[in-house]
C-alpha cells in the first residue's frame, strides 16, 4: 500500500503562485508514475500533470501548460506541483495520484491506483 499526504494549498491571488508537495511513504516511491489531478465544484476530476519514475519533463493539461511544472525527488519520496499565474479557474482540490511504473504519461484517473485526500487551493480574482 503506498500512502499519499498532499500540502501547500491555500487562498491566493490571481496571478499568484503556489507549490503543492505530495509526500509518499510504504512502497519503493520511484517505481510509481506519479500525477495531479484536480475536482472544482460540480465538475469532474480532471488530468492536470504526470511524472515518470526518471523525473524527466513531464506532461500537462493545456489549461495548465506553461504555468504548472511538475517535479519529483526519489530520494525524498515526494513529487510537487509549481503553479504559477493562477486563474480563478485553477480553483479546484488538487489530488496527488500514484500508478505503476509505466514508460509513457497517464492521464486518466481511473488508471491510478492510489491517491492522496486533496488539498484545497482558491484563486481569488
Known amino acids: 500500500q503506498l500512502q499519499l499526504v498532499e500540502s501547500g494549498g491555500g487562498l491566493v491571488q490571481a496571478g499568484g503562485s503556489l507549490r503543492l508537495s505530495c509526500a509518499a511513504s510504504?512502497?519503493?516511491?520511484?517505481?510509481?508514475?506519479m500525477g495531479w489531478f484536480r475536482r472544482a465544484p460540480g465538475s469532474e476530476r480532471e488530468f492536470v500533470a504526470a511524472?515518470?519514475?526518471?523525473?524527466?519533463?513531464?506532461a500537462y493539461a493545456d489549461s495548465v501548460k506553461g504555468r504548472f511544472t511538475i517535479s519529483r525527488d526519489n530520494a525524498k519520496n515526494t513529487v510537487d506541483l509549481q503553479m504559477n499565474s493562477l486563474k480563478p479557474e485553477d480553483t479546484a482540490v488538487y489530488y496527488c495520484?500514484?500508478?505503476?511504473?509505466?514508460?509513457?504519461?497517464?492521464?486518466?484517473?481511473?488508471?491510478?491506483?492510489?491517491w492522496g485526500q486533496g488539498t484545497q487551493v482558491t484563486v481569488s480574482s
Open positions: 495520484a500514484a500508478r505503476p511504473i509505466s514508460n509513457y504519461y497517464v492521464r486518466v484517473a481511473g488508471q491510478y491506483n492510489y
Open positions: 510504504g512502497r519503493t516511491f520511484s517505481s510509481y508514475t
Open positions: 511524472i515518470m519514475w526518471s523525473g524527466t519533463n513531464g
